[in-house]
């Protein structure tokens, strides 16, 4: 190789690469002494591209290197001396194409760049005005740019392809963008060139997988639209779901054209007056019609009857004679030639993809006698003159030119040259003997003629009816001239057509699942004057046209030569269509304007095609491993170096040799493949071929051939067995009545299953394919059996079990007789599928022949650990092949024992047949053991009685009354495994082998004859069991076989569980764990189990047939019934929540009645025994707007109550038998009261006293109901004068006598609670027990509600951790009580948590709505004092080291400041005082304020009007006469005031500007709740008023009441805060005791003696 200055030669390489060797060489077709060029470079060849005269050459590294004629810088390099080009240098590119005179590469980005002959705007870069648009010299960026999307976005390019005068680029999105010039760019426009890039509208949508260009058209293959909106299917048949269509279409009849009349293929209706365009002459030369009468250009044949597809119409020239001259005149055919032989003209054939070899051989010997080398005598003309030429790339071009007769192998008639006045160089035109004159007459009617008709058409449809489609007497276009004049046609040379298009795709885009699909099209436009375009006509196409026969041939890849097309499908089978002047299609069938298959060897499986100039490369599997190349073209004899170049010469100057050549009518192999290694692709171009191998290192290279071979070979196997056998079966009529219903559905079941392999290892060996040519990506691990291994494996075992069904149900011997009916002919082939041996009979075996395809997981076993081999073990590849060769190896052999047992199973049904077992028959089950040899009874059996136990792998089946020889039994009893707990008995003092089975429902134990029958049972037992429950069959220790586990079963015995249905866990044969039961009458439960019965938290549901609506329950169960708090939703409407004992309603519980299905609705929120009210309850009866709330006895009321109206009336009293009875006191809203007995409800009978609101006094007998009047006998007092309040005092005083204690209210709740803890009653339990309780429910909780939030998570999770609690308190340990308490009670599933929620839901119950009435503020006041009680009661029994209310923890205190802040700790004489209120009112308080608070404010609603009408008199003043006015003295007033940092003077006229901070501290006393933070904002007040006045006064200042309690006054006027009382009353109500006598106590006092001084002091 010459040392260049940019050649790749200059790297140092001392040995040559072993991957991407490159071999090239010319057409001079497969001549034994031709041997390719092999080019020594240093680096890897990753791909190269091949154009007219030149090429392209990716390097790893992605180095681009070009060399041949390089016309654009008037240079010509070797290939053996490639040149870089160094200005894509620092860009990676990844795709290189080599256009007719151009050359396009792609960056790793997706950046397009072009450079070339820009003739036809090609390159697409520069503008037509200037002079660079001629050539592009150097690589130029192209962008592409979407201008669709807002705002318009660079599209990335992953794919590009070149003709001669337009480029083609595939997105990444699929879609394809074209340029250049030419109808085949498939844009809709008619101003040529396209000078940037455009998108193929006519394919936007769809997904676009390949493209690949023509001289002058274009191919692409595009994923098929979904079945439902595109189908090819025969529509009688439906399709079921989840079956591949493949399976149900009968094998395609290979179509041919079919008439379109008068339109062309878009719809562009054809005039008449576009029907006479041709001369009469050429009129006359078209009248040889192809066999059947029709002409070439509208060849077509009626539908077949079925609709199924069109027929195939194989068109053989028949009676041909080779003329002297080697001329054939078609006008010497006559029809009764034709006649004589209609057969070998038109040939239907319905499934053959070939024609019949006699056929062929007989034809062969009729057209050459001569040749027995089946070697034809042509001229190599120009095949340029099958693309026609008009000027400004106008579509109008030549006529048909097709001939059934002579398309293939006909000699040209002399050609002669003419001079081009623009070039001044001899330019070829047609072979045609039509003189040029007519030539240009007729091309100038025809394009008057198209003018205004956009037609996509080249010639009028009537036109090649009536014309002859002779191949050398079509039309040739017009020279192409100015603006258009290429360099090249300045070179004269014999063949001008290239191949452009790509090589092989980095790897076509993928389906969803990461595998090729095969539901693919095949769409083509352009120029079709050779039948180029697969149509069936040689029209053209301005927009992309799906070639209909192509669809669901399952096409991988297209190629395009000049003017002919390829096409290769998953099946190795290849297709060919458009011009065969050359013998480059590979077969000699008619018509070529269809596809058509190329003939191949059976033993040749092709998988990679290119397409040149007048030739074609094919590479295929042979019978090795290596891959072997198959040439289709120009086949030259030897000769000397002299003639050699005579000829060379001759051909330069004139269109027709001097010499004759010969052309293959097959593809030939090339015998030099084998010496070049491992070709792994192949590509053309103009009259040179090029090859890429690698060289077999290690083993490794030959290992992924072998396995992409062994899947192609595998996935034709697969192809031919659906097709001779499953398909024509599938679609027997007589299939279900053959086989009967159950084997018939089975088997559309293996054929389903048979199709989903057969589309995976399609879809598997396409890949492979792919990863062959993608050397650049070759990433083993990338390889689909190591990415999609569980896809491969559930594939396999789905079809192993199908087949296996088949067989155990006896299907086979069915099928057996059916296809022998149904194949017949087919037979001799079908048996050649089958790879084991055949009986005598030569009878097809249908069991191996389905079970073969179980044998290829062993060969990727074998290839994988081939692969594994070259790498090291640490390696990552190592590690994930090894893992793989594992996978496949144990899914082969475990797929191999199911093969065993199906046969095992088939073999005892077919034993043991009879009515009786086959209820026990099927698909699914396998037998494992049996006991027909009386080698297993029962215990304690009768002697005469028989037993025969049958172990499947799903159940154990015991029979009794048996003749297992005969099939007999009387009854037989199925016990499923999922459900059987196997134990051996180990107790040896019985002598007996035993074995212990435990069932559901019942238990027995089985003997065995001998301890070798044991052990076999046993182990065959525990296996069976393993293997049903998910385990890997291997079987357990003997008794230990999942005693826990999950599994469904379905109770027949009697019990509460009869007939139900039950899945969930188990243990040792009870219910245990998570189940559902549902029973036959529509009860369900899901929940917990324990021990066979519902036990923990469960769902239930319980139908009501009466209301036709069910009871639901939630909550919690023992031993099988409702016991502990839960839900109760019943069908009435009526939802019960609370505690329940033993499937009733008892303890605490709330009782909400429908509002539908009642005409009251009420609330009952109490306590329940034994299902009914008993103890202490409210009922609030929300339609009588009445609220209860007193004693209940067995569901009536009874005893202490009181009771408040929504008028206002107040009743307490006694109750008996659900009625008011015995004394009471009732007050009204105005405070009229009456004391005295009542007979029922508001009706007093009886003495009394009635207490009018002024205070004066009824007293005697009284009768009658309050609301309607009342009978009185007694007398009437009129109080004096001098004591008007005694008498509301003593109203006051009585209130309360009658009602239930606060301390027994609400025992009901804390016994939940204590209930909760473990404790039996109040204290009464072990603390220990009582924490590690709230551990566990904390704990179950958090696991079972996902739903919780990342706050509550983290709460309970602090909450799982118990802490110190059995020490003393002290001050340490103090604050973490308090902090752990804070947070139980911020959460309901804690039980002080729940315990707080609970006693705010019955507070507010309480004292809401109704109950909002003031003569119940004692009441709710001692019912807060209440719950303190037994709280700290709760607390101190948890931590037990807390004092006494009130007591004292005697730790001194770390620093006085923070006991001063701390609002829960007191300090007396440096000790912690501890109280209830200190430490729970903080917890439960905040809750409860707004029922307590509203209440303070309706009991002081009087006195705070009087507060509030002297607050806002006395605002009005200004601060300095308002303090005059309160007294202060002067030496107390403000004279600065500071606004915004600013100091300003206090006049006579400011207002709201003395002690600011100060009333501002003690505004806040309204967003506090507790009376401990009430009291800390009036400290705060003080505070802020002394160091206001400090600044005044001496610093040894101390306060005295005088003069302190008139500034205080002035700052509680200027506050101004609503319900001061209501906070007043609160605080002092609820306040600790033991701060009531020291700082704060006086401090409070103060705050009271200001609300009493404002709301009395009338003289203000």
């Keep these: 190789m010459e040392n260049r200055e940019e050649s790749p030669a200059d790297e140092q390489a001392p040995t040559p690469p072993e991957r991407g060797l490159l071999h090239i060489w010319q057409s001079t ?54 040149l870089q080009e160094v200005s894509l240098l620092g860009r990676t590119v990844v795709r290189v194409a080599a256009g007719g005179f151009h050359c396009g590469a792609l960056s790793e980005q997706g950046t397009v760049f072009m450079w070339g002959e820009n003739t036809a705007g090609q390159c697409g870069l520069t503008d037509r005005d200037t002079d660079t648009s001629i050539t592009v010299s150097e690589p130029c960026p192209v962008t592409v740019v979407d201008s669709d999307v807002v705002p318009p976005a660079v599209v990335r390019v992953v794919d590009l392809a070149l003709g001669r005068e337009h480029s083609l680029a595939l997105s990444a999105q699929n879609e394809l963008w074209a340029w250049g010039s030419g109808c085949q760019l498939g844009l809709v426009t008619s101003t040529f060139p396209v000078w940037r890039p455009k998108k193929v509208e006519h394919l936007a949508g769809r997904h676009v997988i390949q493209v690949a260009c023509g001289a002058y058209h274009s191919l692409a293959l595009v994923r098929s639209l979904p079945p439902q909106n595109y189908n090819t299917q025969n529509p009688s048949e439906t399709r079921e779901q989840g079956q591949s269509p493949h399976l149900l279409v009968t094998e395609r009849e290979e179509p041919c054209a079919v008439d379109t009349g008068h339109y062309c293929p878009l719809g562009v209706e054809l005039t008449e007056g576009m029907t006479g365009e041709t001369s009469p002459r050429r009129r006359a030369q078209g009248r040889s019609l192809q066999p059947g009468g029709r002409s070439a250009g509208s060849s077509s044949c009626p539908f077949s009857e079925d609709c199924k597809s069109n027929t195939k119409q194989k068109n053989l020239p028949v009676h041909t004679k080779l003329e002297p001259g080697g001329h054939t005149d078609p006008l010497t055919q006559s029809d009764s030639s034709l006649r004589s032989h209609p057969l070998s003209g038109w040939r239907a054939s319905d499934n053959s993809a070939f024609p019949d070899e006699m056929d062929i051989q007989n034809l062969l010997q009729k057209i050459s006698s001569q040749s027995l080398e089946m070697r034809h005598i042509a001229g190599p003309g120009d095949t340029d ?106 070179r004269p040379c014999p063949c001008r057509p290239s191949s452009a298009g790509r090589n092989h795709a980095a790897a076509p885009e993928e389906a969803g699942d990461g595998l090729p699909s095969l539901e693919t099209e095949v769409w083509s436009w352009g120029r079709g004057s050779e039948g180029q375009l697969g149509h069936g006509d040689q029209l053209a196409r301005l927009q992309p046209l799906c070639i209909k026969s192509l669809t669901g041939e399952e096409v991988i890849k297209v190629a395009a030569g000049s003017h002919h097309s390829m096409a290769l499908t998953a099946h190795c089978q290849v297709y060919s269509w458009g011009s065969n002047m050359c013998g480059q299609l590979g077969h000699v069938n008619s018509p070529v304007t269809v596809p058509q298959q190329a003939k191949l060897s059976e033993d040749l499986r092709v998988w990679d095609l290119s397409a040149g100039q007048s030739h074609s490369l094919l ?71 090029a090859l890429l191998a690698d060289q077999n290192v290690m083993g490794f290279i030959s290992a992924i051939h072998e396995l992409a071979s062994r899947e192609r070979q595998f996935y034709c196997w697969l192809s031919d067995v659906k ?86 149900m006896g299907g086979f011997q069915s099928l057996h007789k059916l296809s022998l009916e149904c194949l017949g002919s087919q037979q001799t082939t079908l048996a050649q599928l089958c790879v084991s041996d055949q009986s005598a009979s030569g009878d097809v075996d249908l069991v191996s022949l389905l079970y073969w395809p179980l044998q290829q997981l062993h060969q990727y076993s074998r290839v994988l650990l081939k692969l594994a081999v070259c790498y090291d073990v640490l390696t990552t590849e190592y590690q994930s092949l090894h893992q793989g060769c594992g996978q496949y190896e144990s899914l082969s052999l475990s797929l191999l024992r199911r093969k065993k047992e199906a046969e095992t199973t088939f073999l005892f049904w077919k034993n043991h047949s009879g009515k009786t077992t086959e209820v026990l028959r099927l698909p699914q089950r396998r037998v494992v053991c049996e006991s027909s040899n009386r080698s297993l009874t029962l215990q304690n059996a009768g002697r005469f009685s028989n037993h025969w136990f049958m172990l499947f792998n799903d159940t154990l089946v015991h029979t009794q009354g048996a003749i297992p020889s005969q099939s007999l039994f009387s009854t037989f009893h199925v016990y499923p495994l999922t459900c059987l707990w196997v134990k051996p008995v180990t107790d040896d003092s019985s002598g007996l082998y035993a074995i ?51 599994a469904s079963y379905t109770f027949s015995g009697e019990g509460r569980f009869k007939d139900a249905q039950y899945a969930g866990g188990w243990l040792a044969g009870r219910v245990h764990g998570r189940g559902t039961m549902k029973w036959p009458d529509g009860r369900t439960y899901s929940g917990n189990f324990k021990n066979g019965l519902e036990d923990g938290y469960g769902e239930c549901l319980i139908p009501n047939k009466v209301l036709n609506k069910p009871d639901s329950y939630q909550g919690h169960w023992r031993d099988g019934k409702i016991h502990g708090f839960g839900k109760y939703k019943y069908a009435s409407g009526e939802v019960y929540e609370g505690c329940f004992c033993d499937g009733q309603r008892h303890g605490y519980g709330m009782l909400s009645s429908g509002k539908l299905t009642k005409t009251s609705s009420s609330v009952f929120l109490g306590q329940w025994v034994h299902d009914r009210k008993t103890g202490y309850g409210v009922y609030d009866d929300i339609t009588r707007g009445e609220k209860y709330m007193g004693q209940w006895l067995d569901e009536q009321r009874h005893g202490s109550a009181v009771v408040v109206t929504q008028y206002g009336v107040y009743y307490e009293g006694t109750y008996r038998d659900n009625k008011m009875s015995g004394p009471g006191l009732l007050v009204a809203d105005d405070d009229t009261a009456f004391h005295g007995e009542f007979s029922d409800d508001w009706i007093a009978n009886g003495k009394g006293v009635l207490s009018l609101a002024n205070g004066d006094c009824l007293e005697g007998l009284f009768s009658g109901e309050w609301t309607t009047g009342l009978k009185v006998v007694g007398t009437y007092t009129k109080p004096a004068i001098d004591d008007p309040e ?182 007396q004489d440096s000790v912690l005082v501890v109280s209830c209120s200190s430490l729970l009112l903080p917890v439960l308080l905040p809750r409860l304020y707004p029922p307590l608070f509203t209440l303070y404010c309706l009991q002081e609603e009087q006195a705070e009007a009087q507060y509030w009408e002297r607050i806002l008199r006395l605002n009005k003043q200004p601060d300095q006469s308002l303090l005059s006015f309160l007294g202060v003295q002067e030496k107390f007033w403000p004279v600065w005031m500071s606004i915004l940092g600013e100091k300003k003077q206090i006049v006579s006229s400011s207002k709201d500007a003395c002690f600011v901070s100060a009333v501002e501290t003690l505004q806040q006393i309204s967003t506090t709740f507790t009376p401990s933070d009430k009291l800390l904002v009036i400290q705060n007040t003080f505070e802020e008023l002394t160091q206001e006045v400090k600044p005044m006064l001496d610093d040894n200042f101390l306060w005295c009441m005088d003069d302190l309690l008139p500034l205080f006054l002035y700052v509680v006027l200027r506050a101004r805060i609503r ?35 404002i709301q009395q002091e009338s003289t203000m």
């Design 385 to 490: 003159s099958l693309s026609s030429y008009t000027s400004d790339d106008s579509c109008v071009s030549s006529t048909p030119s097709t001939d059934l007769l002579t398309s293939s192998y006909k000699e040209d008639s002399p050609i002669k040259s003419q001079t081009n006045n623009n070039s001044g160089v001899a330019v070829p035109y047609s072979s045609s003997p039509v003189c040029l004159e007519e030539v240009r007459l007729c091309l100038e009617a025809e394009k008057q003629a198209l003018q205004g008709q956009k037609s996509c058409s080249l010639t009028n449809i009537n036109q090649t009816g009536k014309s002859g489609a002779n191949l050398r007497r079509s039309l040739p276009g017009t020279p192409i001239c100015g603006r258009n004049g290429s360099p090249r046609r300045r």
């Design 1286 to 1467: 005694n008498k509301e005092k003593n109203l006051l005083l009585r209130l309360g006598q009658y009602v239930v204690p606060a301390g027994q209210r609400w025992a009901c709740v804390f016994d939940e609670c204590w209930s909760r803890l473990g404790c039996d009653a109040a204290g009464r339990g072990e603390r220990t027990t009582a924490w590690e309780n709230i551990a566990v429910t904390i704990t179950s909780a958090r696991r079972q509600s996902p739903d919780l939030s990342r706050s509550q998570r983290k709460v309970l999770e602090c909450l799982e951790f118990i802490p110190q609690h059995g020490e003393p308190v002290t001050t340490a340990n103090y604050d973490n009580i308090r902090r752990y308490l804070i947070k139980a009670c911020e959460t309901p599933l804690h039980p002080l948590g729940w315990l707080v929620e609970t006693l705010v839901t019955v507070y507010r119950m309480t004292y809401v709505g109704v109950g909002s009435n003031r003569r119940l503020l004692r009441q709710a006041v001692q019912e807060v004092q209440a719950y303190l009680t037994h709280f700290y009661s709760i607390l101190r029994f948890l931590f037990p080291g807390l004092p006494d209310d009130g007591g004292i923890i005697p730790d001194p205190l770390p620093s006085p400041t923070k006991s001063r802040n701390n609002s829960n700790i007191e300090e």
């Design 1619 to 1653: 319900n001061l009382g209501a906070e007043v009353s609160l605080i002092e109500d609820l306040m600790d005791p033991n701060v009531q006598h020291g700082e704060l106590g006086l401090m409070f006092t103060t705050l009271k003696a200001c609300y009493i001084q």
């Design 996 to 1046: 212990k089975i435990t069932c559901p429902e019942e238990s027995f134990t089985l003997v065995a004859s001998t301890p070798q029958e044991k052990n076999k049972w046993l182990r065959s037992l525990n296996q069976a069991v393993d293997q049903v429950l998910g385990g890997g069959g291997q079987g357990s220790s003997p008794g230990m076989t999942a005693m826990s586990r999950k």
């Design 619 to 689: 590479l295929a599997d042979g019978d090795c491993v290596q891959p072997v190349l198959l040439y289709c073209g120009l086949q030259r004899e030897p000769m000397s170096a002299q003639s050699e170049r005579s000829h060379q010469s001759q051909s330069s100057c004139q269109r027709s040799p001097s010499r004759a050549e010969s052309y293959t009518v097959r593809p030939t192999l090339l015998p030099f493949c084998m010496e070049m290694g491992y070709i792994r692709s192949v590509c053309s171009g103009g009259q040179s071929y």
């Design 723 to 808: 097709k001779l056998l499953l398909t024509p079966l599938r679609n027997r009529e007589n299939l279900s009545p053959s086989l009967g219903k159950p084997c018939a559905d089975l088997f559309f079941s293996l054929c389903e299953s048979f199709v989903r392999l057969s589309v995976l290892i399609g879809r598997h060996s396409t890949s492979l394919s792919y990863f062959l040519h993608n050397e650049q990506g070759r990433d083993v691990t990338a390889l689909p059996l190591l990415t999609h291994t569980d896809h491969f494996l559930d594939i396999y075992k789905e079809y192993c079990s199908s087949v296996g069904n088949f067989h155990v």
């Design 29 to 82: 077709g497969p001549s034994e002494q031709l041997c390719p060029e092999r080019v020594l470079l240093s680096r890897p060849v990753l791909q190269v591209a091949l154009g007219e005269h030149h090429g392209l050459l990716l390097i790893q590294g992605g180095l681009v290197y070009s060399f041949g004629e390089l016309l654009w810088r008037d240079l010509s390099i070797p290939v053996s001396s490639p």
